[in-house]
Every structure is written in structure tokens, then in C-alpha cells.
């Protein structure tokens, strides 16, 4: 390559790489400004940190594409039949084999490192002890959630016991759960840990919110109860079911109103207490 | 190894073509046992069904930009299962036009195109074989596709319609009728598949016995034109693969017709056990739909270069290495499907590491170009932008290899982006520029190069238009497969990319039609091509058009690689296989 080409293509691709910058820059801004071309604003804890790795893995996958783009568009020009110039004739080179195979090993393993470490501590870390445990039902085509009541304990369930009656499949012999009560909006307070019993009475549905950075298939004949996440902006978010699920599929949603503690449990003395006088019993009480 | 093989006689050859040339239409068109006119058989099945998979696809794109609307003037002709009494279509009828559109661009377009079109028509003509091992079984292999088409089609006409539980149909959705509603379209569609299976298992063991066992004399294995090996290894993938999936349709079919419970949420069945199975099959199923592509388009870029494919072993092994790692990366498909948390890890690991040939070859492609003397051709001008755009899908996979980056984008339009800079900027980019390098071998005509370069243009520019903002949309929050946006909050905001979405893909669905009077108007009145146009220096450009049945008149030997280009020494820029290098010439090794 001589002096002049190396020197065009070094300046090629430094305004590319620029340009990309700038670009990232103007996503950033876009998050405050329009929401039209980037992510909603993250909302949850975790999230933060799921937004961090994405953008590491944009910046990478970034560079990467406009290096190698900036590389082949020069050679595809600088390369172009002409007559009298003949083609080199090569083989290839196993010294360039080995170091185009190494260096992608070592960055995706890293890669792979960075993001099963973030996958370990955003959803299979156990939740913090103020916890609070949400039942949340999927069935053809909307959402039910089930509190805890007074106790503060959601109690035993199992997903053989689901059926009209019983939708969360509730435990009839503990105690902990005659006191809860159902709600067909997802109340959450502000900064606080939640964790959802994910149930299911028909086909695969979806715990999606994309606000929080969350997914997670709902299985009907299995409860999953790993997912948790910490609401960190007040505002209404809306509940999607991300899995094909029939004909009403796309219409499948339900409210989610993250509120200050204090309203928050306004809204769930409220509620509580209507569940008891309706249920026509005292709860009972287990510690 | 393949000195010793059976190989028949010239003599036999030749009287085989003697007795070809007394053929009725109906053996030498319709029953056909000839490879080549089986490959053409192919190709126009294949198209049609690119036109069906098309429509359906802007059907998909109509209802996303314009929700609720009716269909103009079509709308009021459409089966009542399929739009509303004044034309607009119906939710479910949405989720049947995905549901095929997916299901006819995978088993009937890509599948087909790669495998059956170019799998077909290469194999025996670059290897130096009078036909496939089995022409009895390659005929039934097209029948069976064809009729598997029909099959899946069929339900168009049933009163429930087409299925409607995706192309991956997940249970229990697919496996109750009380759920999906449409029992009968989705028997037709365990039946399609079961069919289509027979046809690619019949294929594949074709494909396999023929490499083995029918190389000219000379043709090691590692003097196999880079198409060759990929379709050997894809038809290895096929073999493994497919079954699964045929077993899993059968037992779906059970499950919705017989009451068995396999994949139902109770009754000991287990609704997860069908998208391992599933996914089992589908993730060599991405390869199987790759791996030809790439080979035709490292022979196109090599070719057109007028160099040496870069690296060849190192091609052939990572194709290998793509081959062998496709089956234990199936579970990245679910991370957040309920399945174990740590397997999840484990094939995320697996992802990442399987990310690695596809880098490879990438940099070998483009070590192929340095250097050369490049002309571009329609062909090339496709197989190029294979390149690039196979490295924005490769780089957008990386995203969802990530798990925790999965957590939020998983069933957004990010991987519905990710699919189609695959299957559509990476295969059918692939599939165009090998029809526009093949044709005058095909039909003894070549199509026209400067409606090629429209075409190119406007595929080109149209595909970016439609499917990068995807990947926006995707970020933003849009679930796949929703019929109505404008149904969430978040999502009302973004009603105009949609818009412009849809709008690019009816251009890109017009920018075919260039591309179909090409090939039909350059079947009758192109250019006579001789025979050898691209100067290359495989075996099918030595054989004249129309090849005989039986294809090579004496058997030809073959001295070195494939890809002797541009050797110093030589007037000419090209040293065909079957052509010993002249004593003063030494060719370099790969």
C-alpha cells in the first residue's frame, strides 16, 4: 500500500469513526429530547445496568462494522478492474488466519464474561429481604395480579390448583393466603424490589416491560418466580404480552402504575380492606 | 481416494445422452431424473413461492402502517378468516400472514433456492459427475417439495384459514384448537413440514453419496469448489437436523388431532419440551439457510476478483466449525423461555464462540478482494453486498447472544431485523447474484447487466430502507407480531417509522420486477453466452449448453484447486481444473 493510500484511508476512517461518536451522542440526546430513534428511558435498577452493557456492545459491534466497512469499500475502489494491472496472486496467509481468529476468540469470550457476570447479578441474585411478592396471572387475553394483604405475604400456591375459582391457584390449607386480594392494574411503590409469581392458564403469554429492561415467557402447567426488578421512576408504564398468544395477542396488556410509597399504601390499605369485608372474614394472621 | 471410485464409463455416458435425446416431454420436463432440468424445476417453484412468501409479506407491512384500514381493492375478495366485512384485516387474520410469510420464505423460498436450485445444478457439474447417485430419489425430492407447498397453501381455503400460531408455532398455541382456532390450517401445517422434511432428507443423502463417492478423477476433497463444501456440510446439518423437526410435527399433529399430550401444560406434557425440539432444528435450520449462500458467493467474489479465494482451508474449516457448534447453540432462542438460568449461560457461551467463523470468513472475503482486479458484475455487485450486510446481521446477533441485552430486546423488531439482514440481505442477496452468475449455464443466454445493476440499485437501497429502522423499533420497545402498534403507549410515537417501513417495502417488493423481466425476457432473447463467460475455472463452464444428460462427454480429470487465478507466468488470468499447469508455471499451495 503506498504512503498517499495509507495516509486516505487512515483519514477515511477517522471521520467515520467521528461520525459514529457523534452519532452515539445524538442517541443520548435523542433519550431526553424524542424517543423516536432510541431506547424509552430505563426505569428500573437494573435496567441501568442492562442499558450499560448495551451500550458497550454498541460502541464494539459499532467500531467493528465501520472499521471493516472503511477497509472493504477502500479496497472494492482502490481494487477496481484496470487495464494492465493484474490481480495479486495469493493464497491467503496463516500468520493473518491465526490473528483474525484469535483476537475475535479473546473479545467475544470477554464479552461473553462481562454479560453472564451482569446476567447472574440482575436476575438470578436473590432479591433483597423487603422484597414485595406479586402473583401475576396471564390467560387469553389480559393479566389479574394477585398482593399479599395485610400479612404481607403472598402464601403457597401451586399451578394444579388454578382454575375459575381459585385463579392464582392459591393454597386453601395456608393461611397466609386468605388475606389476599386481586387487582387488574399493577400497583408498585417507587424504589422498592418486586418480585412476580408468573402463572399462567391457557397458552405462553409474557411478562414484558420494556421501561424496565424485562422479559420473561409466562408457561402455562409451571410457576417461574425468578424474575425481580426495582421500579425506579414514578409514572404509568404499560404491561405487554410479547408471545404470540392468538387473535387478541396484540391487544394484551395491562396498566402499571409505579407510585411514592405513601400512595402506594394508601392504595393497598384500601384494597386490603375491601378484599376482607368482601371475603366477610379477618384475616388471618401468620408472622 | 476418489481415483478408485465408481465412476461410469464415457461410453456409458454417451449412451445414455444418445438415449436422452428420445425422451417424451413428459420425462424430460415434468418426471424428470436430469439434475439440471430437476435444479430448473426448482428454480421456478421457488420463484413463484417468493412471489406468494412477497405478498404475504406486504400484507404484514400494510396492516403495520395502516391498522384498521381497508385493504384497497383486494380487501373485499379476501376470505372472511383473513379481514373484517369492510375489507380491513383481522387481528388473527394478521397472525396468519406472518405465520406463512415466515413459513413459505423458510421451507419453500431459501431452503429450496440454495439447496434444491443450486445444490442440484452445481453438485455433479462441479465435481465432474454424469448426475446425482440417486436421480430416481432427486425427482421424488422435488415432487415432495412441490407437493409440501400445496399442502401448506392449501389451508387458504379451509374456513378457518392458514395457521396461525407463527413460524415456530410454540405450544400449547399450535397444539389446541380451542387456542389457535384453526385446527385444520395448523394439520396442514405439521403435514407441509412433515412432507417438505421427506424432500430435504431424500435430497441430502443425495447430495452426500454423490460428493462422496462420484469426484472426477483428481478431485480431492480439498479441491472442491467452496459451494461444493458448503453444501456438503449443510447436507450433514439437514440430515441431523430435519428429522427432529419432522418427529416434533408428527407429535404436534397427535397432540392437535388424537389428544395425546406431548406439549400440553397438563397431563404430564410439557409445553417447553416442543421449542427445544423446535429450536433443535431451527438453529442448524439458520445455517443450513447460510452456509450454500456463502459458497456461492466466495466463488462469485473470487471469480469476479480475479484472485484466489483467500484462506480456503481456512473457509472450509470454519465452515465446518459452523456446522458442528450450530447444534449446541439452540437454547440462545431461550433465554427467557422459563428454561434453566444456567443453561442459559451455557449457550450464551456457545453463541459467542460460534460468532467466531463467521468473523473469519468475513476477513477472508475481504482478503480476497485486496489485491484483485475486481469487475463488477450484477453478481458480484450482490455477492459483495452479501458481505457487508451478513456483518450487520452477524453484529446485531451479538446483541442478543448477550444475555442480560436479550432480557429487553428478545421478540422486539431488533431481531426481526437481525433475521432479515440474515436470510434477505445475507441468502437471498446470495440467491440473486448466484442467478445472475449461473444463468447463462442454466439457459445458454445471459441476462442483461444493466437491469441487473437496477435491480441491484433498488434491492440494495429499498432492503435498508425496510429493515434497518427495525432495529430502532426494536430498541424502542415494538413486540413482534402484534397486528396494531398504535395499541400502546409506547409504541404511538413510532407510528411514522412504520409508515416509512411499509413504504420502502412495497418499493423493495417492486424493485423484483426488473429483476423478473430480466430473467423471463433474457430466456428467449438475451445475449447468446458462451461458454464460458465469467472465465472460471471450474468444471461446469467447460461442459457446452445444453449439456447432455450425462453432462461431460469424457470423464475429466482434475489437477489442482479451484480458485487458480491470476497465476504468474500464464497469458491468461484463469487456469481451469481440468487443465494441468504448464511446466513453468508452479502454483502456489493453499
Known amino acids: ?287 | 481416494m476418489s481415483q478408485t471410485i465408481a465412476h461410469p464409463e464415457a461410453s456409458e455416458v454417451e449412451s445414455s445422452h444418445g438415449h436422452h435425446a428420445e425422451l417424451s416431454f413428459f420425462r424430460k420436463y415434468i418426471w424428470s431424473e436430469d439434475h439440471k432440468m430437476i435444479a430448473l424445476q426448482y428454480l421456478f417453484a421457488s420463484m413463484f413461492f417468493l412471489l406468494v412468501g412477497g405478498l404475504l409479506a406486504m400484507g404484514v407491512r400494510y396492516q403495520l402502517a395502516f391498522p384498521g384500514v381497508p385493504v384497497p381493492i383486494i380487501g373485499s375478495f379476501l376470505p372472511s378468516w383473513l379481514v373484517t366485512s369492510n375489507g380491513a384485516f383481522q387481528p388473527g387474520g394478521y397472525n396468519a400472514l406472518f405465520t406463512m410469510h415466515a413459513t413459505v420464505m423458510v421451507f419453500l423460498v431459501i431452503m429450496p433456492f440454495l439447496i434444491g436450485v443450486f445444490g442440484n445444478f452445481l453438485i455433479p457439474l462441479k465435481i465432474g459427475a454424469p448426475d446425482m447417485a440417486f436421480p430416481f430419489f432427486n425427482a421424488l425430492s422435488f415432487w415432495l417439495f412441490l407437493f409440501s407447498g400445496f399442502i401448506l397453501l392449501s389451508s387458504f381455503f379451509a374456513p378457518t384459514g392458514f395457521p396461525a400460531s407463527g413460524w415456530t408455532s410454540y405450544a400449547p398455541l399450535s397444539s389446541h384448537a380451542q387456542y389457535n382456532g384453526t385446527q385444520l390450517g395448523q394439520s396442514c401445517w405439521c403435514v407441509g413440514l412433515f412432507v417438505n422434511g421427506l424432500a430435504s432428507i431424500a435430497g441430502a443423502a443425495n447430495y452426500i453419496t454423490t460428493i462422496i463417492n462420484m469426484r472426477a478423477p483428481g478431485m480431492k476433497m480439498f479441491r472442491l469448489p467452496l459451494p461444493i463444501w458448503a453444501l456438503f456440510i449443510t447436507a450433514f446439518l439437514l440430515l441431523l437436523a430435519v428429522p427432529v423437526l419432522s418427529a416434533a410435527a408428527a407429535m404436534l399433529f397427535c397432540d392437535l388431532n388424537f389428544g395425546t399430550s406431548f406439549f400440553s401444560a397438563s397431563n404430564y406434557g410439557q409445553p417447553l419440551l416442543w421449542q427445544h425440539l423446535f429450536w433443535f432444528f431451527g438453529h442448524p435450520e439458520v445455517y443450513i439457510m447460510i452456509l450454500p449462500a456463502m459458497g456461492l458467493v466466495s466463488e462469485i467474489i473470487s471469480v469476479n476478483s480475479r484472485k484466489p479465494i483467500f484462506g480456503y482451508k481456512a473457509m472450509v474449516f470454519a465452515m465446518v466449525a459452523i456446522g458442528v457448534l450450530g447444534f449446541i447453540v439452540w437454547g440462545h432462542h431461550m433465554f427467557v423461555s422459563g428454561m434453566n438460568l444456567l443453561l442459559s449461560a451455557t449457550f450464551s457461551f456457545s453463541t459467542m464462540v460460534i460468532a467466531v467463523p463467521s468473523a473469519i470468513k468475513t476477513f477472508n472475503w475481504m482478503g480476497t478482494v485486496w489485491g484483485g482486479s475486481i469487475k463488477y458484475t450484477t453478481a458480484m455487485c450482490f455477492a459483495l453486498a452479501f458481505v457487508s450486510m451478513f456483518v450487520i446481521g452477524g453484529l446485531s446477533g451479538i446483541f442478543m447472544a448477550a444475555t442480560p441485552v436479550d432480557l429487553f430486546i428478545h421478540h422486539t423488531y431488533f431481531i426481526v431485523a437481525h433475521i432479515h439482514y440474515v436470510l434477505f440481505g445475507g441468502s437471498l442477496f446470495g440467491v440473486f447474484g448466484a442467478i445472475y452468475f449461473w444463468y447463462p449455464k442454466m439457459f445458454g443466454r445471459m441476462m442483461n447487466e444493466t437491469w441487473g445493476k437496477i435491480h441491484f440499485v433498488l434491492a440494495f437501497i429499498f432492503f435498508n430502507c425496510t429493515f434497518y429502522p427495525m432495529h430502532n423499533l426494536g430498541l424502542n420497545g415494538m413486540m413482534r407480531r402484534i397486528a396494531d402498534p398504535t395499541q400502546y403507549d409506547h409504541l404511538r410515537s413510532q407510528q411514522p417509522v412504520n409508515v416509512f417501513i411499509t413504504l420502502s417495502a412495497f418499493a423493495l417488493g417492486l424493485s423484483t420486477i426488473p429483476f423478473l423481466i430480466n430473467f423471463f425476457y433474457s430466456m428467449f432473447r438475451g445475449e447468446k453466452a458462451p461458454m464460458n463467460p465469467w472465465k472460471s475455472t471450474t468444471l461446469e463452464w467447460t461442459v457446452p449448453w445444453p449439456a447432455p444428460h450425462g453432462n461431460f462427454e469424457t470423464v475429466p480429470t482434475i489437477y489442482h484447486g479451484p480458485y487458480e487465478y491470476s497465476v504468474p507466468g500464464m497469458e491468461e488470468d484463469y487456469l481451469p481444473q481440468n487443465q494441468p499447469a504448464p511446466d513453468t508455471v508452479r502454483l502456489a499451495a493453499h
Open chain 1, 1 to 287: 500500500m503506498s504512503k498517499q493510500s495509507s495516509r486516505t484511508s487512515l483519514a477515511l476512517s477517522a471521520i467515520v469513526t467521528l461520525a459514529l461518536i457523534a452519532s452515539g451522542a445524538c442517541a443520548h440526546a435523542a433519550v431526553r429530547t424524542s424517543d423516536l430513534w432510541w431506547m424509552p428511558e430505563v426505569a428500573s435498577k437494573g435496567g441501568k445496568d442492562i442499558d450499560q452493557l448495551t451500550y458497550f456492545i454498541y460502541y464494539l459491534t459499532g467500531g467493528v462494522f465501520v472499521l471493516t466497512q472503511v477497509v472493504y469499500v477502500y479496497f472494492l475502489i482502490k481494487y477496481r478492474s484496470r487495464k494492465g494491472i493484474r490481480a495479486t496472486y495469493s493464497h491467503g496467509n496463516n500468520r493473518l488466519e491465526l490473528v483474525w481468529t484469535a483476537i475475535p476468540t479473546a473479545i467475544f469470550i470477554g464479552l461473553w464474561g462481562y454479560s453472564n457476570h451482569l446476567w447472574w447479578d440482575v436476575l438470578h441474585a436473590p432479591s433483597p429481604p423487603d422484597t414485595m411478592e406479586v402473583g401475576v396471572l396471564a390467560y387469553q387475553f389480559g393479566f389479574s395480579f394477585q398482593y399479599p394483604g395485610a400479612d404481607g405475604n403472598l402464601g403457597q400456591s401451586d399451578v394444579k390448583l388454578i382454575g375459575n375459582n381459585n385463579p392464582f391457584g392459591n393454597d386453601p390449607n395456608d393461611t397466609a393466603t386468605k388475606d389476599n386480594f386481586q387487582s387488574g392494574i399493577l400497583e408498585l411503590p417507587i424504589n422498592k424490589p418486586v418480585r412476580v409469581r408468573l402463572n399462567s392458564r391457557d397458552v405462553i403469554h409474557a411478562f414484558y416491560v420494556p421501561q424496565f429492561r424485562v422479559y420473561q415467557d409466562i408457561v402455562p402447567g409451571r410457576t417461574i418466580d425468578w424474575l425481580w426488578f426495582t421500579p425506579t421512576q414514578l409514572g404509568s408504564y404499560q404491561l405487554a404480552c410479547n408471545q404470540l398468544c392468538g387473535s387478541g395477542h396484540y391487544n394484551m396488556k395491562a396498566q402499571i402504575e409505579v407510585v411514592s410509597q405513601e400512595d402506594f399504601d394508601k392504595w393497598y390499605k384500601e384494597k386490603s380492606a375491601a378484599a376482607i369485608t368482601a371475603a366477610g372474614n379477618t384475616p388471618a394472621r401468620s408472622k
